[in-house]
């Protein structure tokens, strides 16, 4: 069994046949899928989605750096009380991008910190989205850190600088299927070094197909492909990559064992 840990699931990509998309997860073993709910439009069809596939999808939500002008007087109050009803068992994507930088990178860091702050008074898991920002990234987990944070950095792109502060403080890492791809020596080499005990594994969908389908919409099913490019890289089965990811994750998003 598996956990897709990251998915957006009401992009308009899956607007048609979303239901095919979840039997083909189920039958690839997909045992629960985190979608990441990006903008108010996207929480409410994602809570719905919660609805829908009871102990199947699960809803985190957050602001993407991207959009973190978006954030305002109201942000903290209309997701830590979507918390507190037991609505998220995530908050994120929160983090830093400086790729594109299409919000200034001091409202991205402000941003990032309510974040995390949140996470930690509501004692839900941060899921991290941090691309050519490593530095910062590191500065702001430990200087916000209470002592109660803890979370993921997702979608990891292999710096072993962040990589190793993050393990240091105890964040799980997850990768995507750009593991696949044939340039991603960085994060090959990534996934190698860190202990299978910390992994997890996503897909981002609708974002980065694996190799054999590049170019095409990607889908909780294809998380697969992730734990076979893994169980490849660290010479272990398949079997096991699921096994220790989907406790990983378990452990992460559901410590009260309240999933089920
Ligand atoms: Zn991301
Ligand atoms: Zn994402």
């Not at 039958?27 to 990441?36: L, P, T, Y």
């Not at 792109?157 to 190793?164: I, T, Y």
């Amino acid at each position: 069994m598996y956990i897709d840990t990251h998915a957006h699931l009401t992009f308009p990509e899956f607007e048609l046949d979303l239901p095919e998309v979840i039997e083909r997860a189920k039958k690839a073993r997909v045992e629960a899928i985190i979608n990441i709910a990006l903008d108010d439009e996207a929480v409410k069809k994602s809570l719905q989605l919660s609805k829908d596939y009871p102990d199947y999808i699960f809803t985190g939500a957050g602001l993407h750096p991207h959009e973190a002008s978006q954030w305002n007087d109201s942000t903290y109050e209309k997701f830590s009380s979507l918390a507190k009803e037991h609505k998220l068992i995530a908050i994120g994507e929160t983090g830093l991008d400086y790729h594109y930088k299409l919000s200034p990178a001091d409202l991205q860091k402000k941003v990032f910190r309510s974040f995390l702050q949140m996470a930690q008074e509501l004692d839900l898991p941060a899921v991290i989205h941090s691309r050519e920002a490593a530095r910062d990234t590191i500065d702001i987990i430990r200087e916000e850190n209470k002592g109660k944070l803890k979370g993921v950095l997702h979608c990891f792109a292999g710096d072993m600088e962040l990589g190793r502060a993050a393990l240091e403080m105890g964040f799980y890492i997850s990768f995507t299927n750009n593991i696949t791809y044939p340039k991603a020596d960085l994060i090959r080499a990534a996934a190698k070094e860190i202990p299978l005990d910390r992994i997890m594994i996503e897909t981002d969908c609708p974002f980065l197909s694996p190799q054999v389908f590049r170019g095409q919409r990607n889908e909780p099913s294809y998380v697969v492909k992730v734990a076979e490019k893994i169980a490849e890289i660290k010479g272990s089965t398949v079997e096991d990559v699921a096994l220790a990811t989907t406790g990983n994750a378990r452990r992460l998003f559901f410590p009260r064992g309240d999933r089920r």
